[in-house]
């Protein structure tokens, strides 16, 4: 599981750095757009499925501490969650090219929250899935 995680974070990066090409051009390419949006809405849906439904069930058993860690960054997803989906229903196809430099800011805003959210699950999930390895390794 860590390994599939930091895959997937991994992969957002790339996808996040495609569209940030993307969206340094003066207009938008109604190909390439596309289809950099659907890569990185499958990879944040794969990414909240696996800590959701596979890892956060394994670690259930943490510490305190490292449960409100987990807490916080659940509720964390969450939000960003309801935050992107809305990010999508507000900018269809029709208001991108209506308001390309606006779908511009509200995207690298939307980004660079993507970004620093993977960093804070890295920060609290690594460490923990790692202890989880060395403890299979053990047994």
């Known amino acids: 599981m860590l390994a599939q995680l930091k895959g997937l974070h991994g992969e957002l990066r790339g996808a996040i750095a495609v569209l940030a090409e993307l969206l340094s051009r003066a207009e938008p390419d109604e190909v390439a757009?596309?289809?950099?949006?659907?890569?990185i809405a499958r990879l944040s849906r794969q990414q909240r499925?696996?800590?959701e439904c596979t890892i956060l069930p394994l670690l259930h058993d943490a510490s305190p501490s490292d449960a409100r860690a987990i807490s916080e960054l659940s509720l964390s997803i969450a939000a960003q969650s309801i935050k992107y989906s809305e990010h999508i229903g507000r900018w269809t196809r029709n208001a991108v090219l209506t308001d390309w430099a606006g779908y511009r800011?509200?995207?690298?805003?939307?980004?660079?929250?993507?970004?620093?959210?993977?960093?804070?699950?890295a920060v609290v999930l690594y460490p923990l899935l790692q202890?989880?390895?060395?403890?299979a390794a053990a047994a």
């Open 33 to 39: 757009l596309p289809a950099a949006r659907l890569r």
């Open 49 to 51: 499925s696996l800590i």
């Open 105 to 121: 800011r509200a995207s690298v805003d939307l980004s660079q929250e993507l970004l620093r959210m993977a960093e804070r699950e």
């Open 131 to 135: 202890a989880k390895l060395y403890q």
